[in-house]
């Protein structure tokens, strides 16, 4: 926010009392507010826009630096409304330096991914390491840590206390996705006295209401909950305009429907509660096709006028989350914008932020990152002492009736529960004969003792043992495997690496990727990280199917989706939040 004496000045400058900084000339316009593309010019002050001139104008008080677009078309920086820095498995400021170059220049983030290992301190870490860098990157106050109280144990615990002690910080902008929408509609105690922790500060509430309609979506509105970014099909999608609820439409590295949302876009007349999130990408799609810039050519591609696409992605998006300096070229906005050379979503040849240059044509013209000191562990499973512990037993019979996870769909995420005979041979179930199963994990990390061993049928392991500190949303340390020495020996490799992705197979260890902060991120750069994930993901499809997702693993503690997810509290009914004992029997 301006102080009085910088708007004084800025008035002054556009008085023609003072010269401005910088002017941008050269250029072909896009005029978010009316759709119009024309010549002007842009004068620039102190890192803000004085004035948008035309041919007409009066010229102002000569510029000390004359910017020449060469002809390009200037837009505003991106917006990203909705998105977890976490997922990209960077910290936030090497983050900034691969998405700057690709034109977003804002993102509102959502850091409940370290907030459920570490709590307030690593909400406080993640806005302070952002603001290392150009972008501007406000943080929301994490509203469901854990995401759903009684079926799932995390590091942290938020309650409305902590909501507003939150909301305090610095660039903390609103309250983030509230997912818990079966207990904002059900009346839950907790839920709803968050939500009134934002309303009393007038924060902005972020929505993740998958699948919810009818009487059940307005239930949710008139909780104040303003927005959603889980739709995933295009009558979702204006279901949730006609409420008047701004709707982010997502592609995001694990889920991409953009070209089933993108047909609300004839439907509806209005499209300024359209805006673009991209809520779970990872570093490899970050360094080759993009970051926003991806949703506006996926959108011009499936025929969103590009002007509109534009729109979308910048003004619509900072207005949803009430910023009213980004998202536009206009006085008093902050001076963010690119130079392209088409309206095409493609990699723009300058970015500039305030004003200052930070990326031309795809290179971040930053300070180079300088390594900060090495991060706490956060994994604490030293409590299981032997490969023992990872077995599944039961009492002494022949067999025993299961209740297995099996996937709905190819990726693996949505689940139900099919309960399946399964022998048991020396008080332990066996899978030797089935090569259709494997046994699922779910470890407490943060300090508690506790675990739950579940079967899986079809997630595609052909051996070995595959492990993630990567878990949605409280990540505790998640095994799947064939053998549990090998489950064993992934365990203590991922302690010693302070979390992070193993796969071992025969006792050894075939790969890891290790991701120390917070068992989520890496302090390495970009490039590096991506290296090493390309070195864990050809090493999985060695011992995974083809067809199987990376990312699978990731979401089998998401209490948030609706099927059959397994926690360290046993398995559980996303929709009831009940949980399902692991023997039917």
């Known amino acids: ?102 034109g977003t220049t804002t993102i509102n983030h959502d850091p409940h991914e370290i907030g459920n290992v570490l709590g307030i301190p690593g909400i406080r870490f993640m806005i302070e390491n952002g603001n290392k860098t150009p972008q501007r990157q406000y943080a929301m106050a994490s509203s469901c840590v854990p995401a759903v109280v009684g079926i799932e144990h995390a590091g942290a615990s938020f309650t409305a206390e902590e909501i507003a002690e939150i909301l305090d910080m610095e660039n903390v902008t609103g309250v983030a996705e509230i997912m818990d929408f079966v207990g904002v509609i059900t009346g839950s105690a907790r839920m709803h006295d968050i939500i009134e922790a934002g309303v009393s500060k007038g924060a902005f509430l972020q929505g993740h209401c998958p699948k919810l309609s009818g009487a059940g979506l307005d239930a949710y509105a008139l909780s104040g909950i303003e927005s959603d970014h889980e739709t995933s099909e295009a009558d979702e999608v204006v279901e949730r305009l006609r409420r008047g609820m701004f709707t982010d439409l997502k592609s995001s590295s694990l889920v991409d429907n953009f070209k089933e949302l993108s047909k609300a876009f004839p439907r509806v007349k209005y499209h300024d509660h359209i805006s673009f999130c991209t809520d779970d990408v990872h570093v490899g799609d970050l360094l080759t096709v993009g970051h926003m810039n991806n949703l506006v050519r996926q959108a011009i591609r499936y025929g969103a006028d590009p002007v509109d696409a534009i729109r979308m992605a910048t003004l619509n998006g900072a207005r949803e989350e009430r910023l009213k300096d980004v998202g536009a070229i206009a006085p008093g906005y902050h001076a963010d914008f690119q130079l392209v050379d088409a309206l095409d979503g493609e990699m723009p040849a300058k ?144 302690e010693e690496a302070g979390g992070g992705m193993a796969l071992a197979v025969n006792g050894e260890l075939r790969s890891i990727l290790p991701l120390p902060v917070a068992g989520l991120m890496s302090d390495k750069p970009a490039d590096e990280v991506n290296e090493e994930l390309t070195r864990f993901r050809n090493t999985y499809y060695e011992v995974m199917k083809q067809d199987a997702n990376l990312q699978a693993i990731s979401l089998m503690s998401l209490t948030a989706l609706p099927g059959v997810i397994i926690t360290d509290m046993g398995l559980a009914d996303g929709i009831t939040q009940k949980l399902i004992p692991v023997f039917a029997d």
């Open 1 to 102: 926010m301006k102080t009085k004496e910088e708007k004084l000045n800025l008035i002054k400058v556009a008085m023609g009392e003072l010269p401005c900084d910088k002017t941008v000339t050269n250029i072909q316009f896009v005029n978010v507010f009316t759709g119009e593309i024309y010549p002007a010019e842009v004068d620039i002050f102190n890192g803000y826009v004085i004035r948008v001139r035309t041919a007409q104008d009066a010229p102002g008080k000569p510029a000390a630096e004359v910017i020449d677009g060469e002809g390009r078309y200037l837009i505003p920086g991106y917006v990203d409304t909705h998105m977890h820095i976490e997922s990209t498995m960077l910290i936030p400021e090497n983050f900034a330096r691969i998405a700057l170059p690709w």
């Open 351 to 494: 970015v500039f932020a305030d004003g200052e240059l930070v990326a031309e044509n795809g290179v971040y013209l930053g300070s180079a990152y300088v390594p900060g000191e090495p991060f706490e562990n956060t994994v604490h499973t030293q409590w299981i002492t032997s490969a023992k512990d990872l077995l599944l037993t039961c009492d002494q019979r022949d067999s025993v009736t299961v209740n297995v996870m099996v996937p709905e769909d190819s990726g693996n995420i949505i689940r139900h529960i099919e309960p399946m005979r399964l022998p048991v041979k020396a008080g332990v179930v066996s899978l030797e004969e089935r090569d259709d199963l494997a046994y699922v994990c779910v470890i407490n990390r943060h300090g508690l003792q506790s675990k739950t061993i579940g079967v899986m049928k079809d997630f595609g392991l052909k051996e070995g043992a595959l492990g993630c500190t990567i878990s949605h949303d409280s990540h505790n340390l998640i095994l799947v495997y064939k053998n549990h020495e090998d489950a064993f020996v992934v365990l203590r490799q991922l």
